[in-house]
T-cell receptor
Framework: GQQLNQSPQSMFIQEGEDVSMNCTSS?????WLWYKQDPGEGPVLLIA?????ELTSNGRLTAQFGITRKDSFLNISASIPSDVGIYFC????????????FGPGTRLSVLP | GAGVSQTPSNKVTEKGKYVELRCDPI?????LYWYRQSLGQGPEFLIY????????DSGLPNDRFFAVRPEGSVSTLKIQRTERGDSAVYLC???????????FGPGTRLTVL
């Protein structure tokens, strides 16, 4: 099936540092979503991107929809302890219906 | 409550048994989704309902899996003859429409012994 790759797989950063993670695919997507999942909870939507090249911010988070429509990145500025969790990208394939393909996630740990 | 709820939160069963997992979507949401999340992986799409009908069931892995939403609200995911490989967290999400944000429930952790 279709696959998304996320990098890095995990990262440890100091509180206050900026974070960057990305998501790539060999397929073209028409929507990119970024979610955060805390232990024992379902994913929560952070940012949605609908157009190639789109750059969108949500507080300290910024995400971009790649021009090729095959990648996206998420940046977190000035990380805080509550940023800890797993970040998933998800894409909706072009003309593929209503289901979304999720990446394997990036696990973020923030050290005080 | 205001969010998506799922019951039970945990289910342990034996290989070969039948299980039902329930999802209560956000009131008024017409779209409902089921996903399966294995350890260390992202959610994997199973099925999507628009109202009472399954609009896309292409993610169901085989015919042991079935889901219903008879009144367009609560949905039940049914798994027959469970196998150890079915062990995962089953997530439900709902949205108010086709293109709208999906809100996820906390999931049901299924363990098949």
């Amino acid at each position: 099936g279709q696959q998304l790759n996320q990098s890095p797989q995990s990262m440890f950063i100091q509180e206050g540092e900026d974070v960057s993670m990305n998501c790539t695919s060999s397929s073209i997507f028409n929507t990119w979503l970024w979610y955060k999942q805390d232990p024992g909870e379902g994913p929560v939507l952070l940012i949605a991107l609908y157009k190639a090249g789109e750059l969108t911010s949500n507080g300290r988070l910024t995400a971009q929809f790649g021009i090729t429509r095959k990648d996206s990145f998420l940046n977190i500025s000035a990380s805080i302890p509550s940023d800890v969790g797993i970040y998933f990208c998800a894409g909706q394939l072009d003309n593929y219906g209503q289901n979304f393909v999720f990446g394997p996630g990036t696990r973020l740990s923030v050290l005080p | 409550g205001a969010g998506v709820s799922q019951t039970p939160s945990n289910k342990v069963t034996e290989k070969g048994k039948y299980v039902e997992l329930r999802c209560d979507p956000i009131s008024g949401h017409t779209a409902l989704y089921w996903y399966r999340q294995s350890l260390g992986q992202g959610p994997e799409f199973l099925i999507y309902f628009q109202g009472t009908g399954a609009a896309d069931d292409s993610g169901l892995p085989n015919d042991r899996f079935f889901a219903v939403r008879p009144e367009g609200s609560v949905s039940t995911l049914k798994i027959q003859r469970t196998e150890r490989g079915d062990s995962a967290v089953y997530l439900c999400a709902s949205s108010s429409g086709y293109t709208d944000t999906q809100y996820f429930g906390p999931g049901t952790r299924l363990t098949v012994l």
